[in-house]
C-alpha cells in the first residue's frame, strides 16, 4: 500500500509559477513510476506528466511542454511538479498517482495508487 499526499496548490495570476508536492508513505518510493494528473470542472480527467523509477526519463502532455517539470526525490519519497507561465485553462485538480511501471504510462488505469488532489486556480 501507498499513501500519497498532494499540496502545494494555490490561486495564482496567470504567468506565475506553482511547485506541486507529492508526498509518500508506505512500501519502497522508488519502484513507482509516478504521475500527475489533473481534473477541471466539467471535464475528464487527463494526464499531465510522468516521471520513470530513477527519475532519468520524463513525459508531459503537449500543453504543458516547456512550462511545467516533474522531478523526483526518491530520498525523500516526494516527487514535485513545477509549473511556470500558468494560464488560466492550468486550473484543476491535479492529482499524483503512482505506477508499478517502470516509465511511467500516461493511461490513468495503468496507475494504482491515487492521492486525494490538490486545487490550482489561475487568475486571468
Known amino acids: 500500500q501507498v499513501q500519497l499526499v498532494e499540496s502545494g496548490g494555490g490561486l495564482v495570476q496567470a504567468g506565475d509559477s506553482l511547485r506541486l508536492s507529492c508526498a509518500a508513505s508506505?512500501?519502497?518510493?522508488?519502484?513507482?513510476?509516478m504521475g500527475w494528473f489533473r481534473q477541471a470542472p466539467g471535464k475528464e480527467r487527463e494526464f499531465v506528466a510522468t516521471?520513470?523509477?530513477?527519475?532519468?526519463?520524463?513525459d508531459y502532455t503537449d500543453t504543458v511542454k516547456g512550462r511545467f517539470a516533474m522531478s523526483r526525490d526518491n530520498a525523500k519519497n516526494t516527487a514535485y511538479l513545477q509549473m511556470n507561465s500558468l494560464k488560466p485553462e492550468d486550473a484543476a485538480i491535479y492529482y499524483c498517482?503512482?505506477?508499478?511501471?517502470?516509465?511511467?504510462?500516461?493511461?490513468?488505469?495503468?496507475?494504482?495508487?491515487w492521492g486525494q488532489g490538490t486545487q490550482v486556480t489561475v487568475s486571468s
Open positions: 498517482a503512482a505506477s508499478s511501471g517502470w516509465y511511467g504510462p500516461r493511461a490513468a488505469q495503468d496507475y494504482v495508487y
Open positions: 508506505g512500501r519502497t518510493f522508488s519502484s513507482y513510476s
Open positions: 516521471i520513470s523509477r530513477s527519475g532519468a526519463t520524463t
